[in-house]
């Protein structure tokens, strides 16, 4: 099993649990995700990462920010300003199950930076 955990965040991969091989959870919450749900989170949480920080520089020091996404099963949101935002998102899947997460400015950005450099250890 592979973990890890910050404050208000974690996660874990242990690919002998069968179908849900991952586990995401922030302060109060957590659930399990497929190998591809997993793969597909990251890319989408990624691709908004990215567009905020094309953006950020054209932002001025007072203005916020709010970005929304969809990628497959999945939505997300990020919001906030030049240097900190939090992040929401929503699973809906045609397993019959939904899922929804929100970590706040506290926790989203080290979640990501985490979440991508496990991408590449888990592949």
């Known amino acids: 099993m592979i973990q890890q955990e910050g404050p208000g965040w974690r996660f874990a991969r242990d690919p002998s649990r069968g179908q849900y091989q991952v586990l995401i959870g922030g ?13 597909e989170l990251v890319a989408l949480i990624g691709a908004l990462e990215d567009q ?10 007072e203005e916020s920010i709010g970005l929304e996404m969809e990628r497959g099963d999945w939505w997300a949101s990020l919001e906030g300003d030049r240097t900190q935002w939090q992040l ?14 929100h970590w706040p400015a506290s926790a989203a950005m080290a979640v990501v930076a985490a ?3 496990a991408l590449d250890l888990w592949d």
């Not at 302060?27 to 793969?39: D, G, S, V």
């Not at 905020?52 to 020091?61: A, T, Y």
């Open 27 to 39: 302060q109060t919450w957590a659930f399990e995700l497929t190998a591809a749900e997993w793969k």
């Open 115 to 117: 979440m991508r450099s």
């Open 88 to 101: 929401s998102l929503v699973l809906t899947g045609n397993q019959g199950r939904g899922v929804e997460g």
């Open 52 to 61: 905020h920080r094309s953006l950020s520089e054209q932002l001025m020091k």
